[in-house]
């Protein structure tokens, strides 16, 4: 999935960077963010003992879980400040296993609409690909103070 990206504004990245400071489930699985540009992000997690299923591999729900946030920050990338978005779908095939190490995720922001918008996801370990999702997002509008 190569694609040029475009650069943030320093304003955007440091919106960004504020909200992933802000996420608790950013901070509790210990992502990792090297990379955010307009309608993409790159997002790191290092595999740890209690992320594994009884089988030894790292848990499917770990991974999507990994996927739908680089997906998100994508997207919150072209969204203006104040808009909420929320995943309406995610469809993601596991295609490999992963027992130790750090996967990455890389998401592409594939359609943004003004009510859904869909997005690409692939994680990889290495050249090996781990899984691929696609995830769909619906707009929304904050709701009004009383």
Known sequence: ?????????????ASLRNRLANNPVIHF??????????????????VRRDFL??????QGGIIASLADEAVAYALFSL??????????EMKINFLAPVQEGT???RAHITKRGRTISLGEVEVTQGDRL???G???YIH???????
């Open 29 to 46: 699985f210990g992502i990792q963010v090297p990379e955010l540009a307009e309608g993409f992000s790159r997002f790191t997690l290092d």
């Open 103 to 105: 996967i990455e995720a």
């Open 130 to 132: 781990i899984a691929k």
């Open 53 to 58: 299923n009884s089988q030894s591999f790292l």
């Open 79 to 88: 969204v203006p400040e104040g808009e909420m978005i929320s995943t309406v």
């Open 140 to 146: 929304l509008t904050p709701p009004q103070a009383a």
């Open 1 to 13: 999935m190569m694609r040029l990206v475009k650069s943030l504004s320093a304003e955007m990245e």
């Open 134 to 136: 696609l995830c769909t």
